[in-house]
């Protein structure tokens, strides 16, 4: 008997943590803004940006020197963590209301399993989507956009690759649609994969997402053996599950962040920092790499805003 297929949505926040301080500041509504640490010194870190300043070419992680040249008439905020975390248990509240499979991934993206609950509010997952998007802008003035497929993975390809382009900023990815879709798309696009693996791949003579895809997962680990040893059977097959959108891990309400086993990254700092919010804001601006082992299943996290691990 085959079950019913799933509808999971990736639901991710419009640059977040600008979104809440431009709600919060109307007089900054026209005016293209920052949450980067420490405005007082030009090396700080852009955090976030709204899409007024990212259409001046400022982009998340800029140093603050880099963003003011491009865009000189800049508002910048330093960040309020506190705020951000509050204003994210808000709209993980207000999905609740929607359906009570909601799974915390960051501080700005949800998974949403609405399966079961869809047909109580809506009659299709797009309309359920616009739905959630005008009640979380009304209560938040936070734009929310949704990936929808039959699961997690897809879901979030959909989001990143998609409804962030989407003038709807929500988009339906099928399986069927692959081929069509993402397989077009050059490797470097794929979820997961950063600038040293988009090489290996190209190196490898597999330079779309599809032609990961297509390539037997016995000789995709076989090619990436001879590259990396023999210990990277695990992440071939996680690679080749991803092109090919395969997920059946289920959407768990209440998962925790959980700090990661080690974190290799360096990075020199202009000064000492002392206290605790200058600390965050310097972890904030890391890229943190981690890998856990779950069930059957390798989740290789790649944040570059909280510690976390589902
Ligand atoms: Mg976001």
Redesign the pocket.
């Known amino acids: 008997m085959k079950s019913r297929q799933r509808v999971v949505m990736l639901v991710?926040?419009?640059s977040?943590y600008a979104s809440v301080e431009k709600a919060e500041h109307p007089e900054y509504k026209d005016r293209p803004l920052v949450v980067a640490g420490d405005p007082e010194r030009r090396s700080g870190v852009v955090l976030a940006a709204c899409p007024l300043a990212k259409a001046k070419g400022v982009k998340t992680e800029d140093r603050l020197g880099e963003a003011y040249a491009k865009c000189p008439e800049l508002v910048v905020i330093r960040p309020r963590m506190q705020r951000y975390i509050d204003v994210s248990m808000l709209i993980t509240d207000i999905y609740k209301q929607y359906t009570d499979l909601v799974e915390t991934f960051s501080i700005?993206?949800q998974f949403l399993d609405v399966t079961g609950s869809m047909h109580l509010h809506a009659n299709t997952p797009e309309e359920l989507a616009h739905l959630i998007q005008t009640h979380v802008k009304a209560a938040t003035g936070v734009y929310i956009r949704f990936g929808i497929a039959e699961n997690k993975i897809l879901a979030k390809t959909a989001c990143d690759n998609y409804a962030k382009k989407n003038p709807s900023g929500i988009y339906t990815l099928t399986k069927e649609m692959l081929p069509e879709t993402l397989w077009k798309l050059p490797v470097s696009e794929m979820y997961m994969v950063g600038r040293r693996m988009t090489r290996h791949f190209t190196v490898m003579g597999l330079p779309t997402i599809g032609s990961i895809a297509k390539t037997p997962l016995a000789k995709l680990k076989q090619m990436m053996r001879r590259k990396f040893g023999k210990n990277s059977d695990i992440q071939a097959e996680l690679y080749w599950r991803i092109a090919n959108g395969i997920d059946d891990s289920p959407v768990r309400p209440g998962t925790h962040q959980v700090a990661p086993k080690s974190v290799g990254h360096m990075m020199t700092l202009p000064r000492d920092y002392g206290t605790i919010e200058e600390i965050k804001v310097v972890l904030l601006g890391i890229y943190i790499k981690t890998c856990v082992h779950k069930g059957s299943n390798l989740l290789i996290l790649w944040r570059n805003n909280i510690f976390q691990v589902v």
């Open positions: 991710d926040c419009q977040f700005d993206e």
